[in-house]
């Protein structure tokens, strides 16, 4: 295996190994397996120390503790949302909020619009065409990318790797894998970090407002997505 030391203080700067690559299935197998018992702030400085500037962080700003831990790190880290046209206003306030308190350097993806509302008339197909389509074109010329999925959101994500590799070869880090709902919200009121007032109403998984519900299960956050289908992933975490 490729020795890739993890440092115990962060350097901020450029190693060099950006292509994905460099870093066979089983290094990055091993990598996953020491970060179990690592803070994510640690993962987080291993991410920028490898990768940045060719590294990216997707939001879906149903919360900003991502982010937060992120900046901490490199403040400027660029940050990607994807604007669908069918988000909540909250959420696009959220999104502002967010990029006003930290300075962000945001990075919009925005849908073209469509003459029909491709949740009506193609529902399975939506999310690829506005989601995935646009994380493809958000992630060209990135060697990795973060995310702030965590395994006990559904048991879709419980085998989630905290560092893998997903469908376009890129290096997929999940820095709060496995983070808890309530590790969630002790970071938020202990930072004072900014988050989707939604979830205040109810709402524990935030995303399109047509395919979105509050949670029909209290022990699911995600059983309020896509309600009355088989789908449970919209495909931006497939690896």
């Known amino acids: 295996m490729t020795t890739i030391p993890i440092a115990?203080?962060?350097?901020?700067?450029?190693?060099?190994?950006?292509?994905?690559?460099d870093f066979t299935d089983a290094?990055?197998?091993?990598?996953?397996?020491?970060?179990?018992?690592?803070?994510a702030s640690k993962v987080i400085e291993w991410a920028v120390e490898q990768f940045a500037p060719h590294l990216a962080l997707t939001a879906s700003f149903t919360d900003a503790?991502?982010?937060?831990?992120a900046v901490r790190v490199h403040?400027?880290?660029?940050?990607?949302?994807?604007?669908?046209?069918y988000h909540f206003p909250q959420t696009l306030e959220t999104v502002e909020a967010v990029r006003r308190r930290y300075g962000l350097?945001?990075?919009m993806m925005t849908v073209a619009h469509h003459d029909e509302a491709l949740w009506e008339v193609d529902p399975e197909n939506c999310c690829s065409a506005v989601k995935v389509g646009q994380l493809d074109r958000a992630l060209?010329?990135?060697?990795?990318?973060?995310?702030?999925?965590?395994?006990?959101?559904?048991?879709?994500?419980?085998?989630?790797?905290?560092?893998?590799?997903?469908?376009?070869?890129?290096?997929?880090?999940?820095p709060l894998a496995t983070w808890t709902s309530e590790d969630v919200a002790g970071?938020?009121?202990?930072?004072?970090?900014?988050?989707?007032?939604?979830?205040?109403?109810?709402?524990?998984s935030i995303g399109c407002m047509p395919c979105t519900e509050k949670p029909t299960d209290p022990d699911d956050p995600r059983s309020g997505?896509?309600?009355?289908?088989?789908?449970?992933?919209?495909?931006?975490?497939?690896?």
């Open 140 to 174: 060209l010329g990135k060697s990795a990318w973060m995310s702030g999925l965590r395994r006990d959101e559904a048991p879709s994500r419980a085998a989630a790797p905290i560092v893998g590799r997903d469908i376009r070869g890129l290096i997929k880090v999940n």
């Open 225 to 239: 997505r896509w309600v009355g289908r088989e789908k449970t992933e919209c495909g931006l975490h497939m690896l």
């Open 105 to 107: 350097n945001l990075k």
């Open 75 to 85: 403040p400027e880290i660029e940050v990607v949302f994807i604007d669908t046209g």
């Open 27 to 39: 290094d990055l197998a091993a990598l996953s397996d020491e970060f179990e018992r690592k803070p």
């Open 8 to 21: 115990s203080e962060p350097t901020y700067q450029h190693r060099g190994i950006t292509s994905p690559d």
């Open 65 to 69: 503790v991502l982010i937060d831990l």
């Open 187 to 204: 970071y938020i009121r202990d930072h004072d970090v900014p988050y989707n007032p939604l979830i205040d109403e109810g709402y524990l």
